[in-house]
């Protein structure tokens, strides 16, 4: 396979690497069919192979904020917890409540470690006799292994779903209208709601994504069944896009990426995603951290977005300093198209008193703007 090598940053975004793949291999196309088009640039991001673009991903980035979007998910993992315990068990290890969590209905949990650290991020769906988890491919390992530890009695089992099924999404404010189109009601679907429906020939199960991600559908099906369900979906009037108009679309909706945005030093309320906490639901690992934190104020910094006052430039994501004092980081960047020509935003952390006084921010000669998230622009 022929490879040739290339930077996000020359594209408007970081950190990633990306390689630019000029040949697939037969078992990549037979588990990711749609990919091997003509005008697919295919590479790695989140260090999986996957489509990086059909070709603009400009018009690909105003197909999931005005249209219906249409993508694989391949850097996203599943697994599946099951026994008689696994209730109790898996409440007591994640920060939310999922003991409570309704048949088909789902929630956003950090794992912490004892000091009330982040090791991963993960949506959690009761799926009746199994809870189904998922998040990044490159978390599951690691969350698998930090979480079996505290096996000790219990009956519990996890088992990653690895290839047996892939993830296909959609996106954009046409969304609900694509999937009726084929025959699919979602308009009455809540947030992180989980439905097993039939499209055609196609069954699969469908997910409503969270609050934080408007017009979000994701599909969990047979690898052999996507090919059929991408075709129907596109004849529906979805855009296929790649991974470089979902990582700015990623960036405009403030979404922070687990060892990107939020890594294993970070505290949850540091994070600023408060739908990952639950204050009522009892001990779990962290929890005394996650209280004491949340009984004495705040924490001393914050996630944010950031406009660049920089021109052409790029900042690269990391510390800036004032006075000897870290004042902000910058972990994710993109360029955006915008009605008043392209602008320069970021995800990262500042510290609250530099918001409090209305200041720029100074960025080794530039200047930054923190603003709410996600962007409106």
Known sequence: MALTSLSL?????????????KYWTMAQIALHPWLHTPEARVGTYNGVETALSFGDPTAELAALRNGCGLFALPWR???????????????????NNVRDLPVNRGNYNFVLNA?????????????????????????VHTLINAMKRFIIMDKVELVEIGADSVSVGICGPKAESVLSDIGIKASDMQPLEVRDIGADDV????????????????????????QELWNLLVKAGAKPVGAEALERWRVLQGIPNYGQ????????????QPQ??????????GQEIVERIRSRGQVHRKFTGFI?????????????????????????????????GPKNI??????????????????????????DLPFEI
Request: with cysteine.
């Open 276 to 285: 990952a906490l639950n204050f009522t639901k009892g001990c779990y690992i």
């Open 77 to 95: 993992g599943r697994v599946n917890v099951s026994g008689k315990d696994r209730v109790r068990w898996l409440h007591n290890m994640v920060t």
């Open 346 to 371: 970021g995800l990262g952390y500042v510290r609250r008193e530099a918001i409090a006084a209305g200041q720029k921010i100074a960025l080794d000669g530039a200047e930054a703007t923190a603003v």
């Open 203 to 226: 069954a699969a199960t469908l997910v409503r994504g969270p609050e934080q991600r408007p017009g979000w559908f994701e599909f969990w099906l047979d690898p052999n069944k996507a």
């Open 308 to 340: 660049f006052d920089m021109g052409d430039r790029v900042p690269a994501p990391r510390k800036y300093e004032s006075e000897g004092r870290a004042l902000a980081e910058i972990t994710s960047v993109a360029k955006v198209p915008t009605s008043q």
């Open 9 to 21: 940053s020359q594209n408007g975004m970081h950190p990633a690497s990306l390689a630019i793949i």
């Open 115 to 139: 000091q009330g650290r982040i090791l991963g991020d993960m949506y959690i769906y009761n799926r009746g006799e199994s809870f189904a988890l998922e998040t990044d491919a490159s978390q």
């Open 261 to 272: 945005d939020i890594r294993d030093r970070d505290l949850p309320q540091e994070t600023e």
